[in-house]
């Protein structure tokens, strides 16, 4: 049995104040009665006096079904249909999943260009918040139905990442039909404590783990999330402040277990040092329209000196990115040293770059990136 001590890091999971719990479409589509036990583990929750917002695929996978898919499609726009079919069914059987714990659910759909501007991310915020007020719990879903390429998340583990610094959630839990991580012999790991330094190990163990299981699962994928996807979502959201959890929604009791401290799943441990809101969005939600290079000198002063991006130290410059869009700062052998807010457009950095070109009415040397819009990895 586990000790439940403040020392054990699961300690955290049983104070948590604000949850979001992200279930992957192979879990509905498998199980008929995820939806009732998610209902009663949300009702469990709320008594506690969690706030908890779900974050759920599923909406594709039963449109191409009532639309008579063999398959899940491919084309952008047979995805389109089969999500605008879909969506109704999943929220029905949350309607009624939940109806019967005496629970209020309400829909929200978000592309990736709702969140990557301030005003509209500001406003889903006032939007959810409202929702946790009433207590209802908030089921969010990416907007298939109008989602082009260049405005999707992706997939909903990125989806549930940017969320939640959104309402400042203390927990994401990540529910999936894995146990968990596995390491490269197929074993569980039970805790990582710093899922930034130790992220390519894990993603070649869990490469290594799916080798090992490839046979043991042949059910067709419905959703388009991995391990390495929750292990990048995992990231995210450990550095806006919140323990991750990746386990088995197939399993009894899980949300239970987990939120008792119970040895469930893997737990990514909050980072240490938080991201501020601000970077966080720069880090993460924006998509980097261009690159900028440095010299040697500049990436020292910018990774260790905590300096800003000058044009003086600029060796290169790729992209058609404007004043305000996010680049990513590169080094001189192209290695990615973080991302920040472009203080002019590509066509000007190229003008100025490896010049001490001065800033207009101003005395110091012209900044691509200032430090306070700049995120180091």
Not at 111 to 126: I, K
Not at 264 to 283: D, F, Q, S
Not at 292 to 316: E, I, N, P
Request: contains cysteine; hydrophobic residues 45%.
């Amino acid at each position: 049995m586990t000790t439940m001590t403040a020392a054990n890091p699961r300690y955290a999971l049983r104070k948590a104040r604000r949850v979001v719990i992200k279930i992957g479409s192979s879990t509905l589509a498998r199980d008929s009665g995820a939806y009732a036990r998610l209902a009663a583990s949300v009702r469990g929750l709320s008594e506690r006096g969690m706030q908890v917002l779900l974050v759920s695929s599923g909406a594709i996978a039963l449109g191409a079904k009532k639309l008579g898919y063999r398959t899940r499609p491919k084309e952008m726009a047979r995805l389109q249909a089969a999500a605008a079919a879909g969506q109704s069914l999943l929220m029905r059987a949350y309607e009624e999943a939940f109806s019967r714990e005496q629970i209020a659910v309400a829909q929200v759909l978000l592309t990736h260009a709702d969140l990557a501007d301030r005003v509209r991310a500001n406003n889903a915020r006032a939007a959810l918040s409202a929702l946790f007020d009433a207590q209802a719990v908030p089921i969010l879903n990416e907007n298939d139905s109008v989602a082009i390429e260049e405005i999707r998340f992706g997939d909903n583990d990125a989806l549930s990442a940017m969320v939640t610094p959104l309402v400042d959630a203390d927990v994401l839990v990540l529910l999936s039909d894995v146990d968990g991580l596995l390491d490269h012999q197929g074993a569980r790991v039970s805790v990582v404590r710093d899922v930034s330094a130790e992220a390519q190990h894990l993603v070649r163990s869990a490469r290594d783990a799916s080798r090992l299981s490839q046979h043991a699962d042949p059910e067709p994928r419905v959703g388009t999330g991995g391990m390495a996807s929750k292990l990048e979502a995992a990231r995210q959201a450990s550095l806006a402040g919140a323990h991750v959890v990746l386990a088995n929604a197939r399993r009894e009791s899980v949300i239970e277990r987990i939120f008792a401290g119970d040895d469930e799943g893997t737990l990514v441990v909050a980072a240490a040092r938080k991201l501020p809101a601000k970077k966080h969005w720069i880090a993460f939600t924006l998509r980097p329209r261009g690159d900028v290079w440095l010299d040697q000198g500049a990436a020292v002063a910018v990774c260790t000196k905590g300096k800003s991006v000058l044009a003086v130290g600029v060796t290169g410059v790729r992209g058609d990115f404007r004043a305000g869009d996010s680049v990513r700062v590169l080094g001189p052998d192209g290695t990615e040293l973080g991302r920040g807010l472009a203080r002019c457009s590509a066509v000007q950095a190229v003008g100025i770059a490896g010049s001490a070109t001065k800033e207009p009415k101003a005395s110091g040397p012209f900044e691509v990136v200032h430090r306070d819009d700049l995120v180091v990895w």
